[in-house]
């Protein structure tokens, strides 16, 4: 055989079980023909299945059967195995912050940024109210959406850059009191996110360490809608006390939540609860509700996931217009229905984070020494 007529044969021997054939896949190194059509050839593979060698070894000698001679070196590597849980990057706490709560949601749309706006003004109302703690820069929202950062905007602070302090430490935006920062701070309008792994990782470390929250008693973080492989590398960096699920009143939507739901099991997060957005429209005209897509989703979904329903948010024009605007509606009218609603989830989940035991996950809120 002449070296040509070996590739040629080489060229058909397929992977096992794949279309493509051994050379393509490079996986044929030092491969010589004698001037009597002696064939010698390496094979250098990763696989951890042991009988895939031995079948490409005899496909090879199969293929090269009218070469005189024939010999194949067989370099074969197991991959390394897949990371144990053990291994996983330890939740990034954050000095000084008491609480940190992740808002989420199964799927984009459903109101999960305005919920987070909104919950972080309430829940600001709600500290002040009690006199826990001032109404102005005692809350933060962090904004992790890599697919669609919106809390600027909400917030009316889409011009808005944080700033660097004495300390060499990045100051939050704020905006009605709230301490804010965005990953859309750091990118470009048009630009899409391809955000990965390593990259979440750097970037919650660097909202973690790199940036003067000062103390915060709640931070709300709103993550990215769905349960893929970014909102589980940020679920397990960011050292939450709790979730709260976002869904509207459709079954889908509710089903969605529920794998959303189990995403924070996985991590041991503790689920604060199911707030329905869009739940009813009240007409302004009788003040009779409309449940426009259907009653009873969120609360069905909360007793699926054995945890608590928070609350129902009527669809309001007022609450699109204050995101649209950048003036959010529990500060635009304190005293409206929405705000009423959002003030009461901002009680429970105060109530319920006081009772969050200390875990590892928990923030050291002493301050470092
Ligand atoms: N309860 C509501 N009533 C009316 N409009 C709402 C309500 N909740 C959200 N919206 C509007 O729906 C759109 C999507 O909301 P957003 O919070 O951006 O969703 P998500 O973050 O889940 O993608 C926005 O225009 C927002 O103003
Ligand atoms: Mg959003």
């Not at 064939?39 to 042991?50: G, Q, W």
């Not at 144990?84 to 989420?104: D, E, L, W």
């Not at 939050?172 to 750091?186: D, H, K, L, Y």
Request: charged share 20%; proline share 8%.
């Amino acid at each position: 055989m002449t070296k040509d007529e070996v590739i040629g044969a080489l060229s058909g021997v397929k992977y096992p079980g794949l279309t493509r054939d051994i050379l393509s896949f490079g996986l044929v190194k030092n491969l010589e023909v004698g001037d009597n059509g002696a064939v010698s050839l390496t094979i250098e593979l990763t696989t951890a299945k042991p009988e895939i060698p031995s079948q490409i070894e005899a496909a090879v000698r199969q293929a090269l059967a009218q070469a005189p001679e024939v010999s194949i070196a067989m370099n074969v590597k197991t991959p390394a195995a897949p990371g144990t849980p053990a291994q996983a990057p330890k939740p990034q706490s954050i000095p000084g912050i008491r609480h940190i709560v992740a808002i989420s949601s199964g799927k984009g749309g459903v109101g999960k940024s305005t919920v987070a706006v909104n919950l972080a003004l309430a829940i600001a109302q709600v500290l002040a109210e009690t006199g826990v703690a001032p109404a102005e820069g005692s809350v933060g929202i962090l904004d992790c959406d890599i697919y669609g950062p919106s809390i600027p905007a909400m917030l009316g602070l889409k011009q808005a850059r944080p700033t660097l302090t004495a300390a060499e430490k990045i100051k939050p935006c704020e905006a009605f009191g709230i301490r804010t920062m965005s990953i859309g701070f750091f990118a470009d309008d048009d630009t899409p996110l391809i955000w990965r792994g390593p990259r979440i990782q750097a970037a919650i470390r660097q909202f973690s360490r790199d940036v003067d929250w000062g103390a915060l008693e709640v931070l709300v973080v709103d993550l990215p809608p769905g349960t893929g492989d970014a909102q589980l590398t940020l679920v397990q960096t960011l050292a939450l006390d709790g979730a709260v699920v976002v869904t509207t009143p459709q079954a889908v939507a509710a089903d969605i939540a529920r794998r959303g739901a189990h995403m924070f099991e996985k991590v041991n997060v503790p689920l604060l609860g199911v707030i329905e957005n869009m739940s009813y429209f009240e007409n302004p005209a009788n003040g009779e509700r409309a449940y426009i897509f259907g009653q009873g989703g969120g609360g069905r979904t909360a007793m699926a996931l054995g945890t608590d329903f928070l609350g129902e948010l009527p669809l309001a024009q007022t609450i699109r217009e204050g995101g649209d605007a950048g003036r959010p509606i529990v500060a635009e009218d304190p005293d409206g229905v929405p705000a009423q609603v959002f003030r009461s989830v901002a009680r429970l989940i105060l109530k319920k984070l006081e009772k969050v035991p200390s875990s590892s996950n928990k923030i050291d809120n002493a301050p470092q020494k």
